[in-house]
């Protein structure tokens, strides 16, 4: 027990520790970090996959008090959300019948299943534009990376936030906003790049996102429709 216990200390609560080093070094020093373990440097920094493991924990920490402490409604309320649901066609809309308590619990679903697909965004730019340092799997390592960075920083500021009554889509746009700077940050010091480069890559994955989003949801259709058409048939 007493080994366990020294164990559990040394990784995550001395002033030392991995976990501490690596949260910091991702803001400081991204690319020591991501490129470190690309490399096969991993004792220095805590592991991707528990980085992440860590990241979803806080996030379930968060939605908790969401649900359960700062659940009152005002505090999920959008004059544009009110306005869009008013529009036609949205009346069967089931993300906006979703309720706040019901959406928070996929919170952790979202991020896991965004993951491969960030990856295959990031990893098609660099591609594209002839930086192929890194494969399909090393772009899934800088996203979880990165994702769980953010996950871990979100988590805190809409706990700490919200209990000052800071409406939760207010919050989220200026969250978002600055996950975005964050990532251009991340991969301009990842790949090394000028701001202008970064930033014309930038673009293009965003492009690129958006173009597997698109085949992504063309993919679901048809094979809605060929389920559909089958038990006609049969």
Known sequence: MKVLFQQINAEFMSVDNKLLKT???????????????IDGTRKKYINVIQY????????????FFMNNVFNDPELYTSSFMESFSKMPG?????????????FNSY????????????????WLTYWV????????????????????????????FYVILLAFGINFFTLSISITLLTFIYLFYVLKRVFNTSFWNTLGYFVLM???????????????????AIIVLIKKIS
């Not at 949260?23 to 373990?37: A, D, Q, R, S």
């Not at 919170?107 to 990031?122: E, G, K, R």
């Not at 534009?129 to 979880?144: A, D, S």
Request: no cysteine; net charge neutral; charged share 10%.
């Open 52 to 63: 992440f493991a860590i990241a979803l924990t806080l996030l379930g920490i968060q939605v």
């Open 90 to 102: 949205q009346e069967n809309n089931p993300m906006l019948n979703m309720k706040s308590d019901e």
């Open 107 to 122: 919170q952790s679903l979202f991020y896991t299943i965004s993951i491969p697909f960030s990856a295959l965004a990031t």
């Open 129 to 156: 534009v002839g930086l192929r340092r890194f494969n399909f799997t090393e772009h899934v390592v800088l996203n979880l990376y990165y994702g769980a960075q953010v996950v871990i920083i979100s988590a805190f």
């Open 206 to 224: 965003f492009l690129m996102f958006f173009l597997i989003f698109i085949a992504l949801m063309m993919i679901i259709g048809l094979v809605v």
């Open 23 to 37: 949260f910091i070094h991702l803001f400081t020093k991204p690319e020591v970090v991501i490129n470190g373990y």
